[in-house]
């Protein structure tokens, strides 16, 4: 089931019923949540992946830039449910950018885990998922490889 994908057939049937609510819910809160909870993980596991790399211009504007990304894209998702609410398109705008948002900072997320070895304490086929990503941060953090101290 999982390494023919046919569980995203379920997943794309099963819309939650806060989709279809013309108003906020605590559901859209809890999806702020956690997109906020993995912008903190994608941080944490960038900022050791940085502190583990031989590549040292890395700059406390990097982590301001970060904060400034992340909060605009809280504010694009909060917009969101008025162009929802504009559009009438119940809660589908909102489910399509803060979902879109989470996983591409989860994806990134991933990709730091694999690029820092910690792959072993978590299911291969995420990293299978992945694949490019780790391929690029090992190659952001670690141009000479990852044994290379240069």
């Known amino acids: 089931m999982v ?6 057939v379920g997943v ?3 819309i939650p019923t ?8 605590i559901d859209h809160a ?3 949540g956690i997109l906020i909870l993995v ?18 211009n890395r700059t406390s504007h990097a982590g301001i830039d970060a904060l400034m990304r992340d909060f605009i894209i809280v504010v694009i998702c909060a917009c969101s449910i008025f162009l929802d609410f504009v559009f009438e398109t119940e809660s589908f705008i909102f489910a399509f950018f803060t979902g879109a948002f989470i ?7 991933l990709g730091n885990i694999a690029a820092l070895g910690w792959s072993k304490y978590f299911p291969m086929w995420l ?12 190659h952001k953090y670690f141009p000479h490889g990852k044994g290379d101290k240069k």
Do not use: C
């Open 3 to 8: 390494n023919d994908h046919s569980f995203l």
């Open 103 to 109: 996983w591409q900072n989860f994806y990134s997320f």
């Open 18 to 25: 806060w989709v279809l609510s013309d108003t906020p819910t």
């Open 127 to 138: 990293f299978n998922l992945v694949q490019d990503e780790m391929v690029a941060k090992l």
């Open 30 to 32: 809890v999806m702020i």
């Open 39 to 56: 912008f903190v993980l994608d941080w944490l596991t960038g900022t050791t992946l940085a502190r583990q790399s031989p590549v040292k």
């Open 12 to 14: 794309s049937v099963a």
